[in-house]
């Protein structure tokens, strides 16, 4: 089932995954959302999101249900808040 929050937490996580660990690709896409502005993911129909998940083979299948546990993200941050 598709949940909508979960979706754009993915999508957030994985921005700052790349932003932190800026590649070409990744260094482009910064560049192109200072340039030209972001919409937002919270403003994205549920297409626009699942497009977005899918163009980065991040599945779209989520619980509905949060189990209160941190992402990979947020346990290394945890961790580490300097990484």
Known sequence: MFNREQAIQELIDNDFSDIFNLGQEEGAMLESILRNGFKGYAEMTDEELMQELDERG??????????????????WHDFDPDC
């Open 58 to 75: 991040i599945s779209h299948s989520f619980d509905d249900e949060y189990d209160g546990q941190p992402d990979e993200a947020q346990e």
